[in-house]
């Protein structure tokens, strides 16, 4: 019934690297939807749970879903939910591995990692676990040592990406 972890994040990243590209200005994050749809108007709650999702990022994550899926109309009630939400970050890793000879010289210390970041959501009917929706956002990161992310900032570009790949789902009207 789930999907393969290694397939869907295939997928995934091949769908953020041809509609993201490889560079961002700023910050921005890439919507795409995977899987698409059910009778998903009739549901009118939902729980949510994260996997391996850094914990300062979690409230980030889970604040701006909820918005972004309660203008859907739907209610997060853990206790009497319609549907699970799942959100999962995916990461691959992007550095390319260099060897050093007796030629190299390194201007700066410490080297920049590059990677694929994707927050997989995947939305499962309650009582039958069949997924009924499934989309990700994502982003390509350059990350140097001592460098720390702006949630600010962050959490404006991470809100646009909930609300656009959530564009394509049903609104709950109440």
Request: charged share 25%; net charge negative; hydrophobic share 40%.
């Amino acid at each position: 019934m789930k999907m393969g972890k290694v397939a869907l994040g295939a997928a995934i990243i091949a769908v953020s690297v041809v509609t993201g590209g490889c560079s961002h200005k700023g910050i921005s994050v890439d919507p795409g939807v995977v899987a698409c749809c059910s009778q998903q108007a009739t549901y009118t709650t939902y729980g949510l749970t994260l996997e391996d999702t850094p914990e300062f990022l979690k409230t980030v994550m889970e604040e701006e879903f909820s918005v972004a899926f309660a203008k859907k109309g739907m209610v997060r009630d853990e206790a009497n939910r319609d549907l699970v939400v799942e959100l999962k970050l995916l990461r691959v890793n992007l550095t390319v591995p260099f060897s050093k000879d007796q030629f190299s010289e390194h201007l700066a210390p410490g080297d920049s990692t590059r990677f694929q970041a994707d927050m997989l959501i995947e939305v499962y009917e309650a009582t039958t676990n069949e997924l009924i929706w499934s989309g990700s956002i994502g982003r390509i990161h350059n990350v140097v040592p001592g460098e720390s992310m702006p949630l600010g900032e962050a959490k404006i570009a991470i809100a646009a990406a909930f609300d656009e790949v959530l564009k394509g789902y049903p609104t709950r009207r109440r």
